[in-house]
């Protein structure tokens, strides 16, 4: 198994865990992370702390949850990191740690549980009910550590919101704030990922948009669109730059 982004060190009485990749049951690329891989490993672990470094953008909340799970049953103390963002289904194993530890540079975001699907009537209600159970699951796991109310925290899904360090620790998401020696590289870090996220939606809004207009039929006409895509490989600073100052302010 390539431990590039996933990987379980274990020295003395402490052990460290890496998530840098998406929670998921199919482990396709060298960063994805399961339960089943995790909650494995976690068996052969015997160690009085265990450091759990999170750096994704979340993925399937049943692996989620079970990872959560996993770790909060685990007999050593658990202490998790925000190294980046720790986004959707990631914010929830970040609330797995006795500890919770954000960099200056970080970020979570939380939002309810979201779906694709298809149906008559019926089974879309049906659907957006299922959603808000699994929800609840999540709900319930913020809940066991923060110190609002459901009903505040419920909004704050519904806004999918991110929480910068300051906001998550006066919600005691977090425990506590370091500031890394190397917080700016850190802040570089976590831009390179917010850029990342804005050139990847903005090229699916590109070719979203030729494939809807059908326009495509020559080869000039794919030069241009091409050209058009190559120019959005960098989102506009400013985009970047304001959202990350209005976060860190």
Not at 136 to 145: G, H, L
Not at 186 to 205: D, F, G, P, R, W
Request: aromatic share 8%; hydrophobic share 35%.
């Amino acid at each position: 198994m390539n431990k590039q982004y996933y990987s379980l060190v274990q020295e003395n009485n402490e052990a460290t865990i890496n998530i840098y990749g998406d929670i998921t049951s199919w482990e396709w690329y060298p960063g994805d992370v399961s339960s089943y891989t995790l909650s494995k490993q976690l068996e052969t672990i015997e160690a009085d702390v265990i450091h759990v470094y999170i750096n994704s953008y979340g993925g399937e909340v049943a692996e989620g949850l079970a990872i959560y799970n996993s770790l909060k049953r685990h007999k050593a103390k658990i202490v998790t990191h925000a190294d980046g963002f720790a986004c959707s289904i990631a914010s929830v194993i970040f609330m797995a740690g006795d500890e919770r530890i954000m960099s200056t540079a970080s970020l979570l975001m939380i939002h309810n549980a979201w779906t694709y699907t298809a149906g008559n009537a019926n089974e879309l209600r049906k659907q957006a009910d299922d959603l808000d159970v699994i929800t609840q699951a999540s709900v319930n796991a913020y809940m066991a550590e923060i110190n609002i109310s459901e009903e505040e925290l419920k909004q704050l899904l519904d806004d999918e919101t991110w929480l910068s360090p300051q906001l998550a620790l006066d919600k005691n998401f977090c425990t506590s704030i370091v500031n890394e020696k190397d917080s700016n590289k850190a802040s570089q870090s976590v831009k390179k990922s917010l850029s990342k996220m804005i050139l990847e939606t903005q090229n699916k809004e590109i070719v979203q948009d030729n494939n809807h207009n059908n326009d495509l039929d020559n080869e000039e006409d794919i030069n241009e669109s091409q050209q058009n895509i190559n120019r959005n490989e960098e989102p506009q600073p400013n985009i970047v730059d304001s959202f990350f100052d209005k976060i860190f302010k």
